[in-house]
């Protein structure tokens, strides 16, 4: 069965905006090595903010907000940008590939989320499909537990950066959600639950683009502070100058800011306004396989034996949930 052109175009979409984010987490971990943790999110916002910004002038003359959906916004903008702060926190402690696999934890929900708000088909390849994902994860979340002393690592620390990872994949799952509300797909479920919660769906249709800019300022309206606080030492001392930046730091900044925030982010909303959050769901499991390169080249994080069996799982779980499009 041929997949019509624009599901065609919407996969390819997903899988660019993943491969992306694949690269980004030993991206950002590198670049946390020259440049503190807030101020490096309030550098990368800033450059995707003035980039945006003739294109939300613009957009935002053509679709003006509706004040009563100010709120629903700034939500989008917590849960889908400035959220991320968990897992660059988190990366402080976790491995790059750890952080990746934690992100699986995301799509599994989303399926469920899928199924639960919009009736999204489950039958039983994707049942299969995730099952073997799950069992490909499980293989690689115990990596380090089966190839290294249960002294070489300081245990709590990584504890810590993991449940920062869950937290950033819980809150990304709210934004993937919110973002189908925001642009028009409810239904009963989805109004009895904003009610439950005291919110209402947009009063408004947005361009998806347009709400994602929004969701950037809105980030760095959170991270302007946190990065003044940081670089007055509230949080630690802190040695750092702009002009003292070398190449590396330089390029990791520019890749987070054009390449994964605004160049990904908009791949993905586009995507998910013609596919399902099941569909979002499969392509993000192939991010702990595609991060694996990544890992190496950026950090000389290797692959193992059991790694490599536990992305072969995850791989044909893919393939296997795939099926339900055939």
């Known amino acids: 069965m041929k997949l019509p052109k624009y599901l065609l ?3 390819i979409a997903l899988f660019v905006a993943n491969l992306i984010w694949s690269a980004a987490t030993p991206v950002i971990k590198l670049t946390l090595e020259y440049v503190p943790l807030f101020t490096f999110l309030f550098i990368r916002f800033t450059i995707v903010c003035l980039v945006l910004l003739p294109y939300a002038i613009v957009e935002l003359k053509k679709h003006p907000v509706d004040k009563r959906d100010i709120p629903n916004l700034i939500l989008l903008g917590l849960f889908g940008q400035a959220s991320i702060g ?12 750890d952080a990746n696999i934690i992100g699986i ?3 599994i929900l989303a399926i469920a989320a899928g199924h639960y708000f919009y009736k999204e088909k489950v039958n039983i390849y994707v049942k299969l499909g995730v099952v073997f994902a799950s069992v490909g994860t499980l293989f690689i979340v115990l990596e380090p537990v089966l190839t290294q002393t249960p002294m070489s690592t300081n245990i709590w620390l990584r504890v810590w950066g993991n449940i920062l990872v869950v937290l950033y994949s819980l809150a990304f799952l709210v934004y993937i959600i919110w973002a189908k509300i925001s642009l028009g797909q409810s239904n009963g479920i989805i109004k009895k639950t904003l009610h439950f919660i005291h919110l209402k769906p947009m009063h408004r249709q947005y361009p998806a683009t347009l ?3 929004t969701t950037f300022y809105v980030a760095l309206a959170v991270f302007i502070p946190l990065a003044l606080l940081e670089n007055l030492g509230v949080f630690g001392p802190v040695n750092f100058m702009v002009q003292n930046l070398t190449l590396v730091p330089i390029l990791g900044i520019l890749y987070m800011a054009l390449l994964s925030s605004i160049v990904a982010y908009m791949l993905f909303e586009w995507a998910l306004k013609v596919s399902t959050i099941g569909d979002s769901a499969i ?5 702990p396989i595609m991060t694996i390169p ?9 692959l193992t034996a059991i790694s490599l069996a536990g992305s072969l799982i995850i791989a044909l779980g893919v393939v296997i949930a795939e099926r339900r499009k055939t």
Not at 86 to 97: C, E
Not at 283 to 287: E, I, N
């Open 9 to 11: 175009y919407s996969y």
């Open 86 to 97: 968990l897992i660059f926190a988190g990366l402080k402690y976790a491995t790059s590939l």
């Open 105 to 107: 934890i995301s799509p």
């Open 211 to 213: 709400i994602t800019a």
């Open 283 to 287: 392509f993000t499991y192939l991010s």
């Open 294 to 302: 990544f890992a190496y080249l950026l950090l000389g994080e290797k």
